[in-house]
């Protein structure tokens, strides 16, 4: 004999998982600006579009991982940079944008925004 849930268990399961979805931020790229330029001087990275830009330093080997990587380099063992970039490839993953929160005098506080097809994932990342 078949037993089959009664409609209220039905809706109640659809009514979270609705609740659930809708409780997940939404990326978009509107309002987003592509950079046209990223430099690396010394320990400081500038992301530049038009006039504006974004300055940070950063530490004498993230900013040598950052240049080598956009020149296409790869001198030696892997940088963390490389590997991360290879994880995204294999798993087939896009980087989307980086959503800046807040920036503390010190810190911004970001998400890496990746996608896969139809999934979005959020990463809290901190940017030095």
């Known amino acids: 004999m078949k037993r089959h849930l009664p409609a209220f268990y039905i809706f109640i399961v659809l009514l979270g998982l609705t609740l659930v979805y809708a409780a997940i931020p939404h990326f978009t790229t509107e309002g ?6 990223i430099a690396v001087d010394g320990t400081t990275i500038t992301i530049a579009h038009g006039c504006k830009a974004i300055v940070a330093d950063t530490s004498i080997e993230r900013a040598y991982s950052i240049h ?8 030696g063992r892997p940088t963390t940079h490389d ?3 290879q994880v995204l490839r294999e798993f087939n993953l896009t980087l989307d944008g980086v959503q ?4 503390d005098g010190t810190y911004f506080y970001s998400d890496l925004i990746l996608s896969n097809d139809d999934k ?7 940017l030095v």
């Open 120 to 126: 979005i994932l959020a990463l809290d990342d901190q």
């Open 68 to 75: 080598t990587g956009l020149e296409g380099k790869i001198e």
């Open 83 to 85: 590997t991360f970039a």
């Open 32 to 37: 987003y600006v592509v950079a046209d330029d």
């Open 100 to 103: 800046i929160k807040r920036f």
